[in-house]
């Protein structure tokens, strides 16, 4: 057993279609097919890669988010609003939210990749909000 993490060679055998599936997956995920096993074995769930149009859908949720919220000073309805909108931006990124433990359930993310790191509404709901 390697401690120093020293990678080692594995010899997997499928079926035509098996491996048809694994490379099309792999693929939509954008990783290598070692990757997406490493991310098994760590007991993530690779996910399909967004296209850049996801992410400029999702900065044009946040900055309507932003106006809204500061409209909620003159118009105290607009945080319903708010509320429906950050609901909507969680379940576009695979956060879901509710039972059974009546908080935020982080799927394995995807970085934005603008900037490395999770949007601040998952990364809030993936901290315990």
Same mark, same amino acid.
């Given at each position: 057993?390697?401690?120093?993490?020293?990678?080692?060679?594995?010899?997997?055998?499928?079926?035509? @279609?098996?491996?048809? #599936? /694994? %490379?099309?997956? $792999?693929?939509? !995920?954008?990783?290598?097919?070692? *990757?997406?096993? &490493?991310?098994?074995?760590?007991?993530?769930?690779?996910?399909?890669?967004?296209?850049?149009?996801?992410?400029?859908?999702?900065?044009?949720?946040? @900055?309507?988010?932003? #106006? /809204? %919220?500061?409209? $909620?000073?003159? !118009?105290?309805?607009?945080?319903? *609003?708010?509320? &429906?909108?950050?609901?909507?931006?969680?379940?576009?990124?695979?956060?879901?939210?509710?039972?059974?433990?009546?908080?935020?359930?982080?799927?394995?993310?995807?970085?934005?990749?603008?900037?490395?790191?999770?949007?601040?509404?998952?990364?809030?709901?993936?901290?315990?909000?």
């Amino acid at each position: 057993m390697s401690t120093n993490g020293e990678k080692v060679r594995l010899k997997i055998r499928l079926t035509v @279609e098996e491996k048809a #599936k /694994l %490379e099309h997956d $792999t693929a939509l !995920c954008g990783l290598t097919q070692s *990757e997406y096993f &490493r991310q098994i074995c760590l007991g993530k769930r690779p996910r399909p890669k967004q296209p850049p149009e996801f992410w400029e859908l999702l900065d044009a949720l946040y @900055e309507i988010h932003d #106006k /809204l %919220e500061r409209l $909620t000073v003159y !118009c105290p309805e607009a945080a319903e *609003e708010c509320s &429906r909108l950050e609901n909507l931006v969680l379940f576009l990124q695979g956060v879901e939210i509710g039972p059974p433990q009546s908080r935020f359930l982080a799927l394995w993310g995807e970085e934005h990749p603008r900037n490395g790191e999770l949007s601040p509404l998952a990364a809030e709901a993936m901290n315990g909000a």
